[in-house]
């Protein structure tokens, strides 16, 4: 039986596909697939650059951490090892010294009320992230509509180079499979597997259906969320009226969480 051209070009290229193992099939199937992942919910909250701002003089008792702490770990499925070892966490606490090692002024005379304080420390997001330089596989990128530092869970290695080139210790390594150890699990969010490096995405997923990060929510006005680039934001307000600190400024890694440690600056 005769074809004609077109007929001719369409089996050509089927059998292209059969005789690359369906390797294109699968390029054309994910290539749809991430397409139809990048539509935009109009609810989705959108910013130039996202930040936190922490006032930690509204962090008063062990209540007002462990509520942040727990409803992160909880939607994301961080689980909990029990092992300090292999201790898995996005939000955490951490003694001032160790937070904020090289301050200008002397640890030695800070206010005794701060210097025993822990403070609250999760990922920072930075505007220029070394983590993202290391990594080989992109497995952890910054996004470029708002600056979120990013986690692909799917492309990680489990190199550790990030964990490594991060300053501030703000990434877990699974040792061991992670899912045994969640003590109730959110179909909404994906598990880990062993071998994968986690942290706090700013909860991306919130944002895209137009909800703020869970600590935020949860902090009982503890916690600031907004753009930096937008001067009328909640945080770029909180910027003007008080004096804050991000951790270990002399980087250059221009983080994007600032946190409140004393009064208003009046200068």
Known sequence: MGINRRQ????????????LGGTSASLLRKSILEASQEEQDPRALLGKRWALVIDMSKFKTEDDYRRVIDVCHRIHNVPDIGNPKSEVKWIWKEEYENVFPSQDFDNQYVEESLKNKPFLVLCNHCDNPPCVRVCPTKATFKRKSDGIVMMDMHRCIGCRFCMAACPFGARSFNFQDPRP???EMNPEFPTRTKGVVEKCTL??????????PACVEASNG??????????????????RDNYTIRRKPELGTLPSVFYIIGGKNNA
């Open 203 to 212: 909860c991306y997923e919130r944002l895209a259906i137009g909800l703020i």
């Open 8 to 19: 001719f070009l369409k089996i050509a290229g089927f059998s292209s596909l059969i005789g």
């Open 181 to 183: 150890f969640l003590k």
């Open 222 to 239: 503890a916690m600031a969320f907004g753009d930096l680039k937008d001067p009328n934001s909640e945080v770029r307000k909180l910027l």
